[in-house]
């Protein structure tokens, strides 16, 4: 018997008791062993919930009792999470997470600790919701040198985006309607600022690189820019608007960041759409391959932390390895970044600018004469912010443009 | 130090030696080892090959060398590969090959051999070229109880398919240029009947259910009655045809089928296009997932391979578990098999056979006026093979509409 304990009764925490039970049988032959819940940690109580009896409100109950294998943790937040996470493991408990925000700022300190107490420190769950993408990183690409993982990381945004490139519907009403429909939170900065893709594609590429990218490190912007506008041009450049998170090796150094891009609808990340994640892993000798699935939601996220004590209890005793050190990757700087840009200009300023910079293409817009897109050759990042500095009063918007 | 013998220093095998070369350093890393080829076995000298002395030509040498500890099989063909491969196992060597005709035939029987030698048998690039899917389906989804596959598993079908949806090239004119480009063999049966798409739906079948499910119970249908004619209507309905193995559980019973399919433009398989492939996977919890990459070729196939290497070098003197049982999966008969399916009928025929069935929607032929298309009411296929035996002079051809 694989005794586990659910630390917090949320959304996911239920789901992760909900599917021990649905699917006791697939779960069971899996492991090799029965696997059933011990305790729910919980401040709550949860009064006709057929768990009830196993909600207990001290952590020390369940650190203490020899008879736990595992502790999943689906608190969310960082301290306490953080602190249950290394107590559970100092007394050789495995522990399984679906917390994002753990993992990219404690992850390698953890993975030590789970290695020297001969357990393990899993998150399937954390990147990409029920999408297989960390196992599959840890274990299938091993043949591989991953050169890049570009991903629509975060469904509430890509949910947003895909209204507002179908309906035309704008920002502020896309966002009070994932609002109402509880896709995004009361204070949606953590999805609509990127916080939350930048986390994921921090894990991802600390994953491949086997040594640390600090979230902190990465430029971050959101789509709270985006418009109506913006996808007027993107559909005459037969592209779509998606939040991504990228990053890719070059020469041991690292290239990350997380935006809004122009993309094609030649690439495969064109035709997700809604709450629906993907990420594009691209291997040295493998090519391009990727994943696709429900990045969030109770169930497809509670599946991920599942197979991950599965994992867990087929090892159990042992340490699941990981390739990610407490080392930093160093970050290559904005002069060696290069994208092309698509930049929405005022008309009055459209000569200046133009004189300034290479212009690819002009796109005039149907809706607004007053203003004009144009899309610049190639250039680093540090050029464009110099230009964007510059012009600051006549550029409207930009947006990078995929390679894929 | 790890060794490995090639079997078949063909297009994979040498894919195989390469990659363990050009990517030393992180599959070493990964395996927490070294790992080397000691032996190549072909029937062939190779003068002048960087490995030229690593070949021999007797499988003796090879069976009987306690040093070498993963034996690869990427002969093709099923007899001298089945005999090699069980000889292998019964020394205790793991077995990893892409050869999908020795998996789907003796699957069982290898692999519970391999259990009894505390060694493995593995065949990741059996399906799907470098696209990880089997480990996935073995590890990843073990909190699920999967209830459909759908894939396209043959990338030379999609890539004659393509043409013919984007170019309007007729079957004949791709299958020559599919040929010519090497994408398809002189005698392209094995592709364009369906027979690899079978094997892999099987194999990926029995892994979900546990038990075998035989390639040869599986209807199998072809792409060599798809004609311009079916894309123009295809394109009528915004579909596009698709090679399809797909299986579904039915009561614990199993649905499989190999045909060319109508799918949607809402379906995530529309925009697989060319040589690639990918396979949908739905479980009860997390809903559908989709992997995605190059389904062949040399590096992406040999890639997999050498992922199933390292995890036999990870688990050496141990058995990696696969849960796939000798005993027989039941497959459920045509009349609880329902389909909705598009017809194209001979004008003069279009009466008499409304008159037989539920037509759902009628599509005009530009190009033809003495044919028209017909939609016709979901139904099983006992039924529907029983019209199109009645109608067979009159049915010009039939393609069923994909699910999703």
């Known amino acids: 018997m694989i005794r586990v304990a659910v630390l917090g009764y949320g959304t996911v925490g239920s789901g992760?008791?909900?599917?021990?039970?649905?699917?006791?049988?697939?779960?069971?032959e899996r492991s090799s062993d029965e696997v059933g819940v011990k305790y729910i940690l919980d401040l709550r109580e949860f009064p006709g919930d057929p768990y009830e009896d196993k909600v207990v409100h001290d952590f020390d109950i369940i650190v203490n009792d020899p008879e736990v294998d595992i502790v999943v943790e689906t608190l969310g937040g960082v301290d306490t999470a953080y602190k249950y996470t290394k107590e559970a493991l100092l007394h050789s408990k495995s522990v399984c997470t679906s917390n994002k925000a753990v993992v990219a700022e404690k992850g390698p300190e953890l993975l030590k600790i789970a290695k020297e107490h001969n357990c393990s420190y899993l998150f399937e769950a954390s990147v990409g919701g029920g999408i297989p993408i960390i196992r599959p990183l840890n274990t299938s690409f091993t043949a591989e040198r991953i050169e890049e993982i570009t991903g629509i990381l975060n469904g509430t945004t890509?949910?947003?985006?895909?209204?507002?490139?179908?309906?035309?519907?704008?920002?502020?009403?896309?966002?009070?309607?994932?609002?109402?429909?509880?896709?995004?939170?009361?204070n949606p900065e953590a999805d609509v600022c990127g916080y939350d893709t930048c986390r994921k594609i921090a894990i991802l590429t600390s994953l491949y690189m086997g040594k640390t990218v600090h979230y902190q490190d990465i430029r971050t912007e959101g789509i709270t820019n985006i418009s109506k506008a913006d996808f007027d041009y993107a559909k005459k450049l037969?592209?779509?608007?998606?939040?991504?998170?990228?990053?890719r090796e070059v020469d041991g150094k690292c290239m990350a960041l997380v935006a809004p891009f122009m993309v094609s609808n030649l690439s495969p990340l064109y035709a997700i759409r809604g709450v629906f994640n993907a990420v594009m892993v691209k291997g040295n000798m493998v090519g391009d391959t990727l994943f696709y699935g429900q990045g969030a939601g109770k169930l497809a996220t509670a599946s991920a932390v599942v197979a991950d004590i599965v994992d867990c209890a087929i090892n159990k005793?042992?340490?699941?390895?990981?390739?990610?050190?407490d080392e930093d990757v160093l970050l290559i700087d904005d002069s060696n970044k290069y994208f092309?840009?698509?930049?929405?200009?005022?008309?009055?300023?459209?000569?200046?600018?133009?004189?300034?910079?290479?212009v690819k293409e002009r796109i005039e817009s149907?809706?607004?004469?007053?203003?004009?897109?144009?899309?610049?050759?190639?250039?680093?990042?540090?050029?464009?912010?110099?230009?964007?500095?510059?012009?600051?009063?006549?550029?409207?918007?930009y947006i990078r443009f995929a390679k894929n």
């Open 238 to 247: 037969s592209c779509s608007i998606k939040l991504l998170g990228t990053s």
């Open 158 to 186: 890509n949910y947003m985006l895909t209204k507002m490139d179908e309906e035309g519907v704008s920002y502020d009403d896309v966002l009070k309607e994932a609002q109402a429909k509880g896709y995004a939170e009361r």
């Open 340 to 358: 092309e840009y698509f930049v929405r200009v005022k008309r009055e300023a459209e000569d200046e600018i133009s004189k300034a910079l290479n």
């Open 366 to 397: 149907d809706a607004d004469k007053s203003e004009v897109g144009l899309i610049l050759d190639t250039m680093s990042e540090e050029r464009f912010f110099e230009i964007k500095e510059k012009f600051n009063d006549s550029i409207l918007n």
């Open 16 to 28: 992760v008791v909900e599917i021990i039970e649905k699917n006791k049988k697939e779960v069971s």
């Open 317 to 325: 005793g042992k340490n699941i390895g990981c390739k990610w050190e």
